[in-house]
C-alpha cells in the first residue's frame, strides 16, 4: 500500500453506483471500498443528498470518516457531532425557483430533511434542456436572492448558500484530521466535484464523468461510475498513486 494516500474522499450519485443514471450501488465499489478502510486509510463521502442519506450509505458500507451532505453545508461524524459549515438557508430561493419554474420541476421528498441546501428534480421531458434551465434558473436567483445559487448534478437541481461547497467541507475534514491534501486523493463524475477534486493530490474522474471534470483532475479512470472508483482503488492499495 502506497503510505502517500492518508485520505480518500467519494462522490456518490454516478461515481459509487452503476452508472450515472441508477441509485444501485456498484458492489465492485463496495468491496474495493471496504477493502481500503480495512488497510487503515480514512475513507470519507461527499455528497449533495440530504445527510441522513450519506450517513446511512456510509455506515452500512462500512466507512470510516466523517461524512458530507447538502453539498458541503453539513459534515456529520460519530466524534464531531452535526457540524454545520452553512449559516444561512437556500428555502426562500428554493421556494421561488419551485413556483416560478415549476412546468419544469418538481419537489423532492429530501427537503423533509434538508436543513440549507435544497433540491429540485428535472421532469422527465426537460431533461435534454437541463443546462439550458440551469443557467436560466441560476441567473434568476443570483439576480434575486444575493448570496445564494443553483448546481446541477445530473441527478437534481441544488439551490445553496454561494459560500459552502464540496471543497470547503473536504478541507475541513482535512485540517481536523490533521492530514495535507497532497496526501488525500478522490473520485467524482459532476463537474459539481471538481471543486473538492481541485484541492487534493490524487483527484480522479471517472471514465463517463462531464467533461468539464475530466479536464480539471490528475486521472482520467478507464472504467465508469463504480467500476472505475474501483479501479481508483486498486491503485491506491498497489502504491501505483
Known amino acids: 500500500m502506497s503510505s502517500r494516500v492518508k485520505a480518500l474522499f467519494f462522490d456518490v450519485d454516478g461515481t459509487l453506483t452503476i452508472d450515472r443514471t441508477s441509485y444501485r450501488l ?3 465499489a463496495i468491496e474495493a471500498l471496504r477493502r481500503v478502510v480495512d488497510s487503515g ?3 470519507s463521502l461527499v455528497s449533495s443528498n440530504a445527510l441522513p442519506i450519506v450517513v446511512g450509505v456510509s455506515r452500512y458500507i462500512g466507512l470510516n470518516g466523517p461524512v458530507v451532505g447538502e453539498t458541503g453545508c453539513l459534515v456529520y461524524s460519530d466524534e464531531w457531532g452535526l457540524v454545520a459549515l452553512a449559516d444561512k438557508p437556500a428555502r426562500e430561493p428554493y421556494r421561488a425557483l419551485l413556483e ?3 412546468e419544469y420541476v418538481g419537489d423532492s421528498w429530501q427537503n423533509s430533511f434538508r436543513l440549507y441546501e435544497f433540491a429540485l ?3 422527465k421531458e426537460y431533461l435534454h434542456r437541463a443546462f439550458e434551465l440551469l443557467s436560466e ?4 436567483v443570483e439576480s434575486r436572492f444575493p448570496g445564494f445559487t443553483v448546481d446541477y448534478s445530473g441527478y ?3 439551490v445553496r448558500p454561494v459560500n459552502v461547497d464540496k471543497k470547503r467541507a473536504v478541507l475541513y475534514i482535512l485540517e481536523r484530521l490533521g492530514i495535507d491534501p497532497s496526501e488525500a486523493g478522490g473520485v467524482g463524475d459532476s463537474y459539481m466535484d471538481s471543486s473538492f477534486l481541485s484541492v487534493l493530490g490524487y483527484s480522479a474522474a471517472v471514465s463517463n464523468a462531464d467533461e468539464e471534470l475530466k479536464k480539471s483532475v490528475r486521472i482520467v479512470l478507464s472504467k465508469p461510475s463504480g467500476l472505475g472508483v474501483a479501479e481508483f482503488i486498486e491503485c491506491v492499495l498497489s502504491g501505483e498513486i
Open 121 to 123: 428534480k428535472l421532469k
Open 26 to 28: 456498484s458492489l465492485e
Open 156 to 158: 437534481a437541481l441544488h
Open 137 to 140: 434558473m441560476k441567473g434568476f
Open 100 to 102: 416560478e419554474y415549476g
Open 41 to 43: 486509510i480514512i475513507v
